[in-house]
């Protein structure tokens, strides 16, 4: 069996740990029922439910099938010491892309903020797709 209880460390995750919250936020954002991502997995929907809990911990095998099927780099489903100063680097850097959006730009950015962080996903995702069709900039599965 490739899952583990919690408390366990993995090799091959250098330190961080399977964060079950980004997991389920990314099931949600791409319509998914426990059982959809379950069987995409090759796994039943209570082994999806305990992953998102954090009751349990994932190989490597399932943790990068859980990144494919959500079409994410293996890092983003997981938790690490860097964290933190990372999402201050990137508090930075929104901070300074705000103060160069165009009207219609700030419009649909308080627009976006008043949704709940679920259909924010979901418009990203939608807008990044939308994105890669009509263009050949990176995306954020690709950088």
């Known amino acids: 069996?490739?899952?583990r209880r919690r408390g366990r460390v993995r090799s091959g995750t250098m330190g961080a740990s399977?964060?079950?919250?980004?997991?389920?936020l990314l099931r949600k954002a791409a319509g998914l029922r426990h059982?959809?991502?379950g069987a995409l997995c090759k796994r039943d929907a209570r082994t999806i439910l305990g992953l998102e809990a954090g009751r349990l911990t994932p190989s490597r095998e399932l943790a990068e099938r859980i990144a494919d099927v959500f079409g994410v780099d293996l890092a983003a489903l997981?938790?690490?010491p860097d964290v933190p100063s990372s999402r201050r680097r990137a508090d930075v850097l929104v901070r300074e892309a705000v103060e160069e959006l165009t009207p219609l730009e700030d419009h649909l950015l308080s627009v976006l903020r008043k949704l709940d962080e679920q259909k924010q996903l979901e418009v990203l995702n939608h807008a990044y797709r939308l994105a890669a069709t009509e263009s050949d900039e990176?995306?954020?599965e690709t950088i």
Not at 18 to 24: A, H, K, S, V
Request: charged share 35%; hydrophobic share 30%; proline share 11%.
């Open 18 to 24: 399977f964060d079950g919250r980004r997991m389920r």
């Open 78 to 80: 997981y938790a690490g």
């Open 1 to 3: 069996m490739d899952i």
């Open 138 to 140: 990176p995306t954020p």
């Open 35 to 37: 059982r959809d991502v």
